[in-house]
Every structure is written in C-alpha cells, then in structure tokens.
C-alpha cells in the first residue's frame, strides 16, 4: 500500500505565496517515475498543474496559467515533492493534489493520490 501525504495549503492574499509538500510513503516502492501536482477548484474539471518526470531527466512541466509562478521540486528517490507557488492569484483557489506514479512489487506502474489540500486565494 502506498500512501500520498500533502500538506502545506491555507489562506493567502493575492500576490502572496504557499509552498505546498508531498510525501509518497511505503516500503514497497521499488521507484518513483513521475510526481505531479493537479488541482480541482469548485464546478471545474481536475486538472495537471506541475509535474516532474524521472524519464525526462527531470524537466518540469507546468499548466500554462502557472508558468512563472509555481515552481515544482521533486526528489524522485525519496518520493517528496513541492510546489513554491508565487505572485498567487483567486484563480488557484482550489484543492491541490499531488500524484505519484510509483512501481511495486504488485504493479509495474500505478499513479497513486493523496487526499488534497486546501488552498485559498483571496483578492
């Protein structure tokens, strides 16, 4: 079983910033492939903010309404992540989830989620 911990959301003015923490914990993960932050605001659709590739020799990609403003960090051999987030706006609010696309004993390849955190801009 492999569980994904995030923490670090809250309340933020707008122009302000949040840091936001990801842990992926188990004993079974032979490796960690991908580790990626999504976000779900209320009446829209779950969608990828960040994420960070060991295939791509950790280039990030970002969504295009947070370029330049989130920065996602990543140590794929210990399963953490992070998501700096800068300059925020009220269009983040929303609830932040990071993902962990881990392989185990079990599976080969499995994107794993954690519960999401709250992070609310206001203007």
């Known amino acids: 079983q492999v569980e994904v911990v995030e923490s670090g959301g809250g309340l933020a003015r707008a122009g302000g910033s949040l840091i936001l923490s990801c842990t992926a914990n188990s004993a079974q993960i032979l490796r960690v492939d991908t580790m990626a932050w999504h976000r779900e605001a209320p009446g829209k659709q779950r969608e990828l903010v960040a994420s960070?590739?060991?295939?791509?020799?950790?280039?990030?990609h970002y969504a295009d309404s947070v370029k330049g403003r989130f920065i996602i960090s990543a140590d794929l051999n210990k399963g953490t992540a992070y998501l700096q987030m800068d300059n925020l706006e009220p269009e983040d609010t929303a609830v932040y989830y990071c993902?962990?696309?881990?392989?185990?004993?079990?599976?080969?390849?499995?994107?794993?989620w954690g519960q999401g955190t709250q992070v609310t801009v206001s203007s």
């Open positions: 960070i590739n060991a295939a791509t020799s950790g280039i990030q």
């Open positions: 993902r962990a696309d881990a392989r185990t004993p079990v599976y080969a390849s499995r994107s794993y």
